[in-house]
């Protein structure tokens, strides 16, 4: 029986930033389990000098330092590995290069945990230009009849954290119109720099509010439990298969190029 610390990282799809950077560690210090070490990390800044990922031009350009980083994380044994954008910015890709690690995102997360505390919930956004993306996600896991409604708040993924009381003014506004017009049990606010804000708009609205980062960093977490318990790993069967190490290698697909991380904070097993 393996009896190291579960090891997980979120990784901020995005060039490292100190401040960012420091904010998602202080989640994940504040909400993993005694037992997790937990890896922050963010990709290169001098190749991706991304501060958000809002458009699929920059999604794209940063998927190959996504799979790099995900490739790696499974090399170094994590057990799980969450991708911190609500676009859950190549997931399925990631999933089947990632050896026995779990692969999660916040969208996928966020919903999964939704279902389970209500029947309908709604999604707070930061600007139209999300929606059709984000609605396309959301259906494609299956949860069209629990989706009450995007409500969006007319802030990009860079405005969230410059005035915390002009934002949660704007989330608690959507809110209110999520759960008084469109019947939302429960909210989910859609982009992971809204960390922070779901305690003040639960207390003012009386329903769940799910913070993607969170829910992406605990789903992580209890893969990578499960997977120590039950022996859980990713199916690498049918639609799941992988390429082979050895074709990955023939075909240079990860060259040595540079580094693959531009920042890693560590929040320990205590």
């Known amino acids: 029986m393996d009896t190291r610390p579960p090891r997980i990282m979120y990784l901020n799809p995005v060039g490292e930033n100190d401040a960012v950077d420091a904010i998602f560690a202080a989640m994940a210090r504040d909400h993993k389990l005694p037992g997790t070490e937990v890896h922050?990390?963010?990709?290169?800044?001098?190749?991706?000098?991304?501060?958000?990922?809002?458009?699929?031009?920059?999604?794209?350009?940063?998927?190959?330092?996504?799979?790099?980083?995900?490739?790696?994380?499974?090399?170094?044994?994590?057990?799980?590995?969450?991708?911190?954008?609500?676009?859950?910015?190549?997931?399925?890709?990631?999933?089947?290069?990632?050896?026995?690690?779990?692969?999660?995102?916040p969208c996928i997360a966020s919903c999964e945990i939704a279902a389970?505390?209500?029947n309908r919930f709604g999604i707070i956004v930061g600007r139209r230009k999300w929606v059709h993306q984000m609605q396309s996600t959301v259906h494609d896991y299956g949860h069209a009849e629990r989706l009450a409604g995007f409500y969006d708040v007319g802030l990009g993924v860079d405005d969230f954290q410059k005035d915390h009381a002009e934002t949660n003014r704007r989330l608690l506004a959507a809110g209110r119109r999520a759960v008084e017009e469109g019947g939302a049990e429960a909210l989910i606010l859609g982009c992971t720099m809204e960390i922070g804000f779901y305690r003040q708009i639960e207390r003012e609205l009386g329903v769940p509010v799910i913070d993607p980062s969170i829910a992406a960093l605990k789903r992580a977490e209890y893969a990578a439990l499960l997977k120590r318990q039950c022996g859980?790993?990713?199916?690498r069967k049918g639609s799941c298969e992988a390429p082979s190490e050895a074709e990955l290698a023939a075909f240079n697909a990860f060259p040595d190029d540079g580094p693959v991380f531009g920042s890693r904070i560590v929040i320990p097993a205590t």
Request: a negative charge.
């Open 40 to 105: 922050v990390a963010a990709l290169p800044k001098a190749r991706y000098g991304f501060s958000h990922i809002e458009f699929r031009t920059y999604e794209a350009l940063v998927t190959r330092g996504i799979m790099r980083a995900v490739h790696q994380a499974a090399l170094e044994g994590f057990d799980a590995l969450a991708i911190g954008c609500f676009y859950d910015t190549a997931l399925h890709d990631a999933r089947e290069i990632s050896g026995e690690m779990v692969v999660t995102a």
């Open 116 to 118: 389970s505390l209500s």
């Open 232 to 235: 859980w790993v990713p199916s």
